[in-house]
């Protein structure tokens, strides 16, 4: 490539400051007043054992505090997206404001319940009795399987002690969750707090008797549990894949209802598509189910995968091939058809961007540098590997310093990223695209997504002369002198001249 980056050197120029425990004492403060407060107040008020757990399944690293949406936005999703399940939030006002505007952007159709807050209601522990009162006043099971109760920055770290609500209500079970952003590192990680803390209810339950089967009915060959929020016609392309291994696809979690969290539990290996969710992993694997990382992307992604997806459920070798000579033209095919001419960097925080950057790869780009805020774990190796093997820098725990670093050494023809990103590089006249409207709301599994995937990307590459026309035309636009708002025409600034010392700069003390 001829380009290093020192991103070492650049996370220790750029790294944040602590802020006052008083952080911690009133509404409305939070992921910008400083987590190394929070956290101290948090074990002091007796929430050690939450925090040891959220750090052993979301290690940290220069990317531990919230850069983008709040991670609890994760959380709020996942329940909202489950039928017969209501969700409560206990934080701040303005977290609250945000993470209900959020979720309604995103099509929520559902309310959220709020459990407001004040400083006295916090310290005398009133909190924790009004939360008990709405999940009493919510839990009718004529309404709902269960009430998700999310605990926010300020409650988190001022213990408010969600472990203390009962268990269950009427039949309707009651899953309290700390999702504090100094804790827990990105909005997907937080799918995977509350995902994980219901598998392991429904694992409960399970060993405990029968219990109420998927809606379609128990599927006739083993399944494969599919790990991650896809884009909807994945599964079905996954399900298709499978079929020549004698398998079929089973649920995806996260679920759309409590009853698929069994059928999930169910399966016969579990295919971790996004490898970020340590703590749903720990669920199968105490279940006794296989996990496979990486996905059915590309060529080699599909061949590599459909070999240990097949290993995992004992399928023959014999099958196996046979499955890979059916599967793998098509692709191979499709890749062909479409090719990808170009340098893509690539950078997200939806844990699918290694599986994007292989497809690129295979695509015929160039991808020199690829940034995930997801953490590394041992389910994207095989995916890490593959890529380093052709020349790409993976950044885990990416900052968005990191992001912005590589695209201003990379200079890449198309840079693939978040808000500010794409952002930065439109201004520099760089076609770009949002990775989580525009990359992860398309199929990226088999021959369907390689076809997919290089449409959307070509037509960008393509877009470079209406990307400069524009630049031209904009250029000194809402900057320096020409931003804000003016009454008279607005004039150039000039700086004033630097100061000239008086002494002899060896003289200066
Ligand atoms: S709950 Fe979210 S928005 Fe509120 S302080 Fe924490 S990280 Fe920030």
Redesign the pocket.
């Known amino acids: 490539m001829g380009v290093s980056l020192d991103i070492a050197d650049l996370r220790a120029r750029t790294k944040s400051p602590a802020a006052d425990i008083a952080a911690t004492q009133g509404d409305g ?5 400083g987590r190394d407060a929070m956290r101290a107040a948090a074990e002091a008020a007796g929430m050690s054992e939450t925090l040891e757990q959220l750090r052993a399944d979301y290690p940290q690293g220069p990317h531990d505090q ?1 850069q983008s949406m ?4 994760g959380s709020l999703r996942v329940g909202l997206r489950m039928r017969r399940t209501a969700t409560i939030l206990s ?2 006002a ?2 609250v404001y ?2 209900t505007f959020t979720s309604h952007f995103y099509g929520a159709k559902r309310s959220v319940g709020y459990v407001p807050f004040n400083s006295e209601t916090l310290v005398t522990g009133k909190l924790f009795e009004d939360i008990r009162e709405a999940v009493r006043a919510t839990a009718k099971p004529e309404d709902y399987d269960a009430v998700v109760v999310i605990n ?3 409650p988190t770290a001022s213990g408010v002690p969600l472990r203390l609500l009962p268990k269950e209500i009427d039949g309707v079970r009651v899953i309290g969750i700390d ?4 804790g827990v590192p990105t909005h997907a990680e937080a799918k995977d707090v509350l995902a994980g803390a219901m598998l392991k209810v429904a694992h409960a339950e399970a060993e405990q008797g029968p219990v109420q089967a998927p809606r379609g009915g128990r599927s006739e060959r083993p399944a494969v549990a599919l790990l991650g929020e896809m884009f909807p016609a994945d599964p079905v392309v996954i399900g298709a894949l499978l079929e020549p291994l004698g398998l079929a696809a089973g649920p995806v979690v996260p679920t759309r209802e409590w009853r698929e969290l069994y059928g999930a539990l169910d399966c016969a290996a579990v295919a971790a598509i996004h490898p970020f969710y340590t703590a749903s992993i720990r669920e199968f694997e105490a279940a006794g189910r296989p996990v496979v990382g990486s996905a059915p992307v590309g060529v080699d992604g599909t061949a590599a995968w459909l070999e240990r997806i097949g290993e995992a459920c004992g399928v023959s070798a014999a099958t196996i091939e046979a499955a890979k000579q059916k599967i793998l033209p098509g692709i191979r095919g499709a890749l062909a058809a479409q090719p990808i001419r170009g340098r893509i960097t690539l950078s997200g925080y939806e844990g699918s961007e290694l599986l994007v950057a292989r497809l690129l790869v295979e695509s015929g780009a160039e991808v020199p540098y690829v940034g995930t805020a997801c953490p590394r774990t041992p389910w994207s190796e095989v995916d890490r590997d593959w890529l380093e093997a052709r020349g790409t820098q993976v950044r885990y725990r990416a900052s968005l310093e990191d992001d912005l670093f590589a695209l201003d050494q990379l200079k890449p023809d198309l840079a693939i990223g978040t808000t500010p990103v794409v952002q930065r590089a439109k201004e520099a006249g760089t076609p770009a695209l949002y990775f989580t409207n525009l990359i992860s709301a398309r199929p990226l599994m088999g021959a369907a997504g390689a076809g997919s995937l290089a449409t959307v990307v070509n037509a960008a590459l393509r877009n470079k002369p209406r990307f400069d026309a524009m630049r031209d035309f904009f250029e000194g636009v809402g900057v320096g002198h020409a931003a804000g708002v003016w009454q008279e025409v607005p004039r150039v600034k000039v700086a004033p001249k630097a100061e000239v010392p008086k002494k002899p700069i060896g003289e200066m003390a």
């Open positions: 403060l939070g992921c910008h007043a919230p709040c991670p609890a936005f934080g701040s303005c977290c945000g993470l926010l920055c300020v999702v504090p952003g100094f």
